[in-house]
């Protein structure tokens, strides 16, 4: 016991002052508590909401036909639930972001980390990380209104809705979040790992490539992930300029719909509460969350292997 | 046979009171050797503090020079020059020359890539790369050059035997480096400077922070790789430095205070602050 909490034995152990100070600290710790729950009772709330929902919408649509169908017409007439057209639709956006954003992210992150003069780093870092602070909702209309007419004249057939543009986009949107935390992750490699590497006669170069990113790759992974996060789950760009066609297709020149979007479509539409259609919001909203969650799980274990020094 | 009147090991309870033994040389050997290296006017600063201030000191081939000297002395910039590893510092600078068989290492045609690639270096703390298994650690210097050996395994098993761990980890090659023991991952890294093949090899306190006996095997070492490398190596322990060393530099406030063989440095010092260090009046 340390000696601030030590009370002597010999004085009279509950005195009225000691009493309302006891129950301060106990109103305070849960005042606190109350606060820390907060975030739990939410996630909670929206994980029971969302499968109540959902359990709602597969006792009239089977499984069968929400897995085993590739178009998704809920709003028609002849309706069809097949969540691959929407999770196609993210898949591809997210993809072309990811590939854009990964190699850029990544080779910003050496040159600001390894290669660049601190006075250097200090301005661009900043700078970077403002690219992160921009709505989307600009870069939405950034993406129709600029990107997709500039491809327009390189890419042949690239319609005005489509997932090329949103997906380069996006992936300029999460850059900034890949560049800067894995450069964090690059920043923390001990020095002394670097010197260990000039003093065997490594260029800077293969310092940097065979050294510094292998021993951040942990944290580099941890990057991606969460830009990969973020590019599943946006939503202002990809519904501006992607188009709101479900369509099961790798093409990156035509009219997709996400995931995200067609929530969008139909939370912003007339589709009545309480209906089937507007319960298949809820369904595809149960989907991007285990995805996410999966992709998480995936990060994690990632992380754990490489602790554990496993994969090499 | 002189050989067998070399006890290097003397670790495991240094008499603070006894006068540290010192080398005996075999006879052959007294003649004069080769410099290897030298500095000249070798002048050094972190920022706009001044560490070394003019040292000249000669290291010969195939001996082992100690430099020794009070915390803050310099002792471990001027080993750091000796390769241009203090010019990675931000902020740090050099002056003056440093030659390696006659060459001029700071010269502005030297490229201080192909200078670390023939004198090796051993670091105070030992850092195997945590992502490698210990096979690749040692094989890490040619990787990292961009060499691919012809037959690795030979050269593992080489290094490794040249720096007494091969008996330990022959059947563990593929675990990470940083899963052996401190002496273990410091010896393996000795063999990751070895496997280059250097001319000379700097060591900066590679015992600093080993028990007794993970250090003694150290300075058999020291004393094997003799025969082939040359050595410098940076102490704060002066039985160390008397027990590895040919010859031995004090240095003091970034000054060389003196250098001679070892012998005499530890016998007969010549300046009073030698003498004041030897004798643990301060440091």
């Known amino acids: 016991m340390s000696i601030h909490t030590a009370i002597p034995a010999h004085l009279p152990a509950r005195t009225a002052l000691h009493e309302r100070r006891r129950l301060t600290e106990r109103l305070v710790g849960a005042v606190l508590f109350a606060c820390a729950i907060v975030s739990l009772i939410t996630t909670v709330g929206i994980i029971l909401v969302l499968i109540v929902e959902t359990a709602g919408f597969f006792q009239e649509v089977s499984l069968r036909d929400f897995f085993g169908d590739t178009q998704w017409t809920p709003l028609f007439a002849k309706k069809h639930f097949g969540i691959w057209a929407l999770v196609a639709g993210t898949a591809l956006t997210s993809a072309i972001a990811v590939f854009t954003a990964v190699p850029l992210g990544l080779l910003a992150a050496a040159y600001l980390s390894e290669f660049a003069e601190e006075r250097v780093r200090r301005v661009l870092k900043p700078i970077m990380e403002i690219l992160a602070g921009i709505p989307t909702v600009v870069y939405g209309y950034f993406a129709l209104t600029f990107v997709t007419p500039l491809l327009q004249k390189v890419v042949p057939g690239l319609a005005g809705f489509n997932a090329l543009s949103p997906g380069l986009v996006m992936g300029i949107m999460i850059f900034p979040t890949i560049a800067s935390l894995s450069e964090d992750a690059l920043y923390a490699v001990p020095t002394s790992l670097r010197e260990a590497a000039y003093a065997l006669g490594a260029t800077r170069l293969a310092t940097t490539f065979r050294v510094v990113i292998p021993s951040a790759f942990s944290g580099i992974v941890a990057a991606i992930i969460l830009g990969v996060s973020r590019a599943v789950g946006e939503t202002m760009i990809v519904t501006i300029a992607a188009g709101q066609q479900p369509r099961f297709t790798f093409d990156p020149r035509v009219p997709v719909e996400t995931m995200t979007a067609y929530i969008v479509q139909v939370s912003l539409g007339d589709t009545p509460t309480g209906t089937l259609e507007f319960r298949t919001i809820f369904a595809v909203g149960m989907m991007l969350f285990v995805f996410t969650l999966a992709l998480n799980m995936v990060a994690h274990r990632l992380r754990q292997h490489i602790l554990k020094g496993s994969l090499w | ?283």
């Open chain 2, 1 to 283: 046979m002189e050989h067998a009147l070399k006890t290097p090991r003397e670790t495991s309870s240094p008499d603070p009171t006894r006068r540290p033994q010192t080398v005996v040389r075999p006879a052959e050997e007294s003649g004069t050797p080769q410099v290897k290296m030298r500095t000249e006017l070798l002048r050094a600063w972190f920022g706009p503090t001044e560490v070394l201030k003019g040292i000249s000191l000669p290291i010969l081939k195939n001996r082992v020079t100690a430099i020794i000297g009070p915390s803050g002395c310099g002792k471990s910039t001027l080993l750091r020059c000796l390769n241009r590893m203090h010019e990675v510092v931000p902020g740090a600078r050099v002056e003056g020359k440093a030659y390696l068989d006659e060459q001029n290492i700071y010269e502005a045609s030297v490229n201080p890539i192909r200078v670390r690639q023939r004198i090796g270096m051993v670091f105070q703390k030992a850092n195997p790369f945590p992502t490698m298994s210990i096979r690749n650690n040692v094989l890490a210097g040619l990787r990292l050059q961009g060499v691919r050996p012809r037959s690795p395994d030979e050269l593992v098993e080489k290094a490794l035997r040249q720096a007494a761990l091969w008996d330990e980890v022959k059947d563990i090659l593929d675990r990470s480096g940083v899963s052996l023991s401190g002496g273990q991952q410091q010896r393996l890294c000795i063999a990751r400077a070895l496997v280059l093949e250097p001319e000379v090899l700097l060591m900066d306190e590679p015992c600093s922070a080993l028990d007794p006996i993970a250090t003694a095997k150290i300075e058999d070492l020291i004393y094997e790789l003799r025969n082939s490398y040359t050595v410098v190596i940076v102490t704060h322990n002066m039985q160390q430095a008397a027990r590895v060393a040919d010859f031995t530099a004090f240095l003091y406030l970034g000054e060389l205070i003196e250098y001679d063989k070892t012998d005499t440095i530890f016998r007969t010092p010549r300046d009073p602050r030698t003498e004041a260090y030897i004798t643990g009046r301060f440091g």
